[in-house]
């Protein structure tokens, strides 16, 4: 079984430029979920998407968003890139009704 | 802000002791899982434990909750140089529409 798989890997961008990331979930998951993790700040809830709505929202300003097709994939939208967005971003799904996600290996940002 | 907190933020011990990590919170919870990062990768989930549990097992992971300390605790015995990541203890709180709260983070260094 194929596990969460996320594109690109790597990622270079200037600052204010924009960027998407996309995620494909595990078959049969519907839940996608994205997390930051930039140096020095831990692990940050960004979005949780299930059946193509979004569900719940982290503390991060609107320049930061996404959407979930109807196959379950999902993809972060950033705009407007600024240096501290320089982060791996993680996506996990998980389920439904089920936590215990399963992450992908994320996508480094790197901001110049 | 993160609640799940760590501690210690680094450990180092030779293969074949045992490795033991705590994490504290401050919210009631539903669960609190236990996750496992190599080297700037994508997390893999090594346990959930539920707040109705008090102790689980798996392999040679042990995990422990004390809801009424707000904390626990994750062992992992017989150590190898191949458990050598960051370890996350994250909650999933009551409310919280599957957000998890992730903690800093153990770095565990198993020497062999």
């Known amino acids: 079984e194929a596990g969460v798989t996320q594109s690109p890997t790597h990622l270079i961008k200037t600052r204010g430029q924009q960027v998407t990331l996309r995620c494909s979930p595990i078959s049969g998951h519907t839940s996608v979920y994205w997390y930051q993790q930039a140096l020095g700040l831990g692990l940050q809830f960004l979005l949780w998407?299930?059946?193509?709505?979004?569900?719940n929202r982290g503390n991060f300003p609107p320049r930061f968003s996404g959407r979930q097709f109807p196959n379950y994939s999902s993809e972060l939208n950033v705009n407007a890139l600024e240096l501290e967005d320089s982060a791996l971003y993680l996506c996990?799904?998980?389920?439904?009704?089920?936590?215990?996600?399963?992450f992908g290996s994320g996508t480094r940002l790197t901001v110049v | 802000s993160q609640q799940g907190e760590e501690d210690p933020q680094a450990l180092s011990i030779q293969e074949g002791e045992n490795a033991t990590m705590n994490c504290s919170y401050k919210?009631?919870?539903?669960?609190l899982q236990w996750y496992r990062q190599n080297s700037g990768r994508g997390l893999v989930h090594l346990i959930l434990?539920?707040?109705?549990?008090r102790e689980k097992h798996s392999g040679r992971l042990r995990v422990t909750l004390d809801t009424s300390k707000k904390s626990s605790s994750l062992l992992i015995t017989a150590s190898r140089a191949a458990d050598t990541a960051s370890y996350f203890c994250?909650?999933?709180?009551?409310?919280?529409?599957?957000?998890?709260?992730f903690g800093s983070g153990t770095q565990l260094t198993v020497l062999p």
């Open positions: 434990i539920r707040s109705n549990e």
């Open positions: 919210t009631s919870i539903n669960n």
């Open positions: 998407y299930d059946e193509g709505e979004e569900r």
């Open positions: 996990a799904s998980s389920p439904p009704q089920k936590t215990g996600y399963t």
């Open positions: 994250a909650t999933d709180n009551p409310g919280s529409a599957r957000q998890l709260t």
